[in-house]
């Protein structure tokens, strides 16, 4: 790590998106500094998604304010599946133009500074440890609950990755193996039924069924159902939709159940939801966790805080950074 103008430690973090890249420096008391965002085509050629991080990299380091020196370690979050011992990109489906594709490597040829990769989830959890709400922990599991279902897990303080590197796959856990079929190719994801994709799906099933339901959360989507998104389904249910209601509840099963069976393999010191539809459901985090009885073997299961994440739409830029410290 690097020391800046006022003693802290500058590190850059890098999160690669299938639709951005975005890109910006943290210290090491995790405050962020200056951080830029620029557009990635996932579908293009590899040397083209490439360039898109060299592009947002070049900008922020042309624009350094952070720090009077211009040589920084790098940590960038991308689209697994990845091996992250060796930083190679393996065959991530939201980003398809890389496949086994040497990320870190390039990146230390191209600058001549320490590169680390690893996957969104696991480098979010590393930071909400270092620096955020599992500060004082040692074994923490993260979520980030968004479009789709992301997840990490620290064990004393460092991330888990299994034999391959390929563990802490938590969206892709089965909790009804007759339930809808996740893009993953497997039944009943908690991802396929809680993520922000899979309530909207729900609600419009729902108002295909019974045309007669629904009227506040059709009202919200100007009367298309093709245009119900997750947001509507809670702002309908605060404003007394019953069918946006149920919807709401059972989401909130599925995530007891998820999370009871976490607790039962994992028994974490704390978990931690973040991401959109997470910060949606946090008003309703304490009646999430009183579920879990219902669905958790371990009678100690309440001692476990579920909490909100302490970074919001730049925990993949936090994540790399944190990257660096380990």
Request: with cysteine.
């Amino acid at each position: 790590m690097t020391n800046g103008r006022d003693g802290a430690c500058w590190m850059i973090g890098v999160d690669v998106g299938g639709t951005k890249v975005a890109a910006g420096f943290v210290n090491g008391r995790g405050e962020m500094g200056e951080y830029l965002r620029v557009a990635m085509n996932p579908r293009g050629t590899a040397g083209e998604g490439f360039a898109a991080v060299t592009s947002a990299l070049d900008a922020l380091l042309k624009g350094n304010t952070a720090s009077g020196r211009s040589e920084f370690p790098i940590g960038i979050c991308a689209p697994g599946p990845l091996d992250p011992r060796t930083g190679v990109v393996l065959n991530p489906p939201n980003v398809p133009c890389w496949r086994d594709f040497p990320l870190a490597a390039e990146i230390e040829r191209r600058y001549g500074l320490r590169a680390r990769v690893d996957n969104d989830a696991n480098a979010a959890a590393l930071a909400e440890t270092l620096w955020g709400a599992g500060q004082g922990f040692g074994n923490v599991f993260y979520g980030c609950i968004g479009t789709g279902i992301g997840t990490g897990i620290i064990f004393d303080g460092k991330i888990f990755h299994g034999r391959t590197g390929s563990a802490a796959e938590g969206g892709h856990v089965s909790i009804d193996y007759r339930g809808p079929r996740c893009n993953c190719g497997k039944h009943g994801c908690i991802e396929a039924l809680a993520s922000g994709t899979a309530i909207a799906r729900r609600a419009r099933e729902a108002i295909t069924a019974d045309a007669e339901r629904g009227a506040g959360l059709m009202a919200l989507a100007s009367g298309d159902a093709a245009a119900i998104r997750s947001e509507m389904v809670a702002r309908a249910a605060d404003a007394g939709d019953e069918l946006a209601r149920e919807i709401l509840s059972e989401t909130m099963e599925y995530l007891a159940v998820w999370l009871g069976n976490i607790v039962d393999l994992l028994e974490p010191d704390v978990m931690i939801l973040g991401g959109g539809v997470a910060e949606m459901l946090r008003p309703h985090f304490g009646e999430i966790q009183a579920r879990m009885k219902n669905w958790c073997v371990n009678a100690r299961h309440g001692e476990i805080a579920l909490v909100p994440a302490h970074y919001g739409e730049n925990s993949g830029i936090a994540g790399g950074a944190a990257l660096c410290c380990v």
